[in-house]
Structure formats: C-alpha cells, structure tokens
C-alpha cells in the first residue's frame, strides 16, 4: 500500500520561498505519475502541478514561472519549490499518485493515493 508524507509547509511573507517534500513509502516514485493539489478555504481542490510517468510535467497557469515540481527517485520523494510566493497560494497543500499517466492534466479525480496535506500561509 502505497503511503504519502507531506513536510515542508508553514508561514511566509510575500514574494519569499518555500520547499514541500512528499515522501512515498510502499512504492516507488519512479513508478508513478506524481502531483501537488491545493485547497484554500471554501474552495474547491485544484492542481498545482504534475510530473507524469513518462516524464511530462504541467503546472497550473497561476504557478507558472514561480514553482518547480522536481523528484529524487533515490530519496523516493516529490518536491514542490515555491517562489515568488502571494496570498492567493495561502491553501492546504496535498500531494498525490496514480500509477497511470492521464491526459487529463492537474484533474484531481485521476489521482488515486493521497497524503495528508501541509499548510502554506502566506501574509505579511
């Protein structure tokens, strides 16, 4: 069984960065299609980014330029470098595997093993 860890969450001023880490246990994270999703309050789950088991990698248009989606296959671990960072990141941040590559880019409903999710606050 397939097991997810997110670390790396906190508080942030604007415009400084961030690292989430996501640990994966039970598996082999070069084996799956991995991503991060976010949740704010009152909102709806939506994807930040992905790293595709083929390799393809998407971001969502708000993110783009400013977070970096990358993975250590030797830690077994998904990464999420946040730059740059506003209050419109402020969510809960999850990050997910499905051992299936999908062109249904950043949709959550593809993805099957969830962690438990680390908080990101940005605010001055």
């Known amino acids: 069984q397939v097991q997810l860890v997110e670390s790396g969450g906190g508080s942030v001023q604007p415009g400084k960065s961030l690292r989430l880490s996501c640990a994966i246990s039970?598996?082999?994270?070069?084996?799956?299609?991995m991503g991060w999703f976010r949740q704010a309050p009152g909102k709806g789950r939506e994807g930040v980014a992905e790293i595709l088991g083929h390799g393809t990698i998407k971001y969502a248009d708000s993110v783009k330029g400013r977070f970096t989606i990358s993975k250590d296959n030797a830690r077994n671990t998904l990464y999420l470098q946040m730059n740059s960072m506003n209050a419109e990141d402020t969510a809960m941040y999850y990050c997910?595997?499905?051992?299936?590559?999908?062109?249904?880019?950043?949709?959550?409903?593809?993805?099957?093993?969830w962690g438990q999710g680390t908080q990101v606050t940005v605010s001055s």
């Open positions: 997910a595997a499905v051992r299936t590559s999908s062109k249904d880019y950043l949709n959550p409903r593809v993805y099957k093993v």
């Open positions: 039970g598996g082999r994270v070069s084996t799956y299609s």
